[in-house]
């Protein structure tokens, strides 16, 4: 059973990088999933930051893409997110999730949805 | 702004049912499956229907997810006041090439 806990500091500096890490301790990371990051500023609305996959698959928000890394340690069956260049803007709850993305056939579209989620970190920038 | 559009908020009273709304687009909804996600005050997001209509082991019979072109419905029977959360519907953008949230609706419970 997949269990995933954020971790990472809480305070970050404007123009610093945002450095986050999601361990999973019931489930390999290794496995054919996706693994994502998904944040949700002070009382507004859930965005996706990305997803990436043990195959080397990564998708990236295009909004974010020039400032995001998102990848994996199986070794430690962690995946973390890394965020350049942080302004005000980037203070938000940040969520790790399992991200299942997959296209049985062309009538039917994409599926994708994340479960489980973790618990969520907040992350605050400021100086 | 959101590129799913969902109603700010809605309501209802014990025992009552309730729809809410998710609009969008042919290069996301009208191609992709829908999800619907429930988020509880201070808790994540939980996954409450997937693939349009689907539920979840352990999610109740009362959550009822349907898709028609380009919009979905996430529909609540026998509203209960633990139902009291914020609902966010979400499907994949073939434009973004990436998932896409809505922006949320606020049930509340009378």
């Known amino acids: 059973q997949v269990q995933l806990q954020e971790s990472g500091p809480g305070l970050v500096k404007p123009s610093e990088t945002l450095s986050l890490t999601c361990t999973d301790s019931?489930?390999?990371?290794?496995?054919?999933?996706?693994w994502g990051w998904i944040r949700q500023p002070p009382g507004k609305g859930l965005e996706w930051i990305g997803s990436?996959?043990?195959?080397?698959?990564?998708y990236y928000n295009p909004s974010l893409k020039s400032r995001v890394t998102i990848s994996l340690d199986t070794s430690k069956n962690q995946f973390s997110l890394k965020l350049t260049s942080v302004t005000a803007a980037d203070t938000a709850i940040y969520f790790c999730?399992?991200?299942?993305?997959?296209?049985?056939?062309?009538?039917?579209?994409?599926?994708?949805?994340?479960?489980?989620w973790g618990q969520g970190t907040l992350v605050t920038v400021s100086s | 702004q959101s590129v799913l559009t969902q109603p700010p908020s809605a309501s209802g009273t014990p025992g009552q049912r309730v729809t809410i709304s998710c609009s969008g687009s042919?290069?996301?909804?009208?191609?992709?499956?829908v999800n619907w996600y429930l988020q509880l005050p201070g808790t994540a997001p939980k996954l409450l229907i997937y693939n349009s209509n689907q539920r979840p082991s352990g999610v109740p019979g009362r959550f009822t997810g349907s898709k028609s072109g380009t919009s979905a419905s996430l529909a609540i029977s026998g509203l209960q006041s633990e139902d009291e959360a914020d609902y966010y519907c979400a499907t994949w953008d073939d434009s973004l090439n990436g998932p896409v949230f809505g922006g949320g609706t606020k049930l509340t419970v009378l």
């Open positions: 990436t996959s043990h195959s080397g698959s990564t």
């Open positions: 042919t290069s996301n909804i009208g191609r992709n499956t």
């Open positions: 999730a399992r991200h299942t993305i997959a296209s049985p056939d062309s009538h039917t579209g994409i599926y994708n949805w994340f479960d489980p």
């Open positions: 019931g489930y390999s990371i290794s496995s054919g999933d996706y």
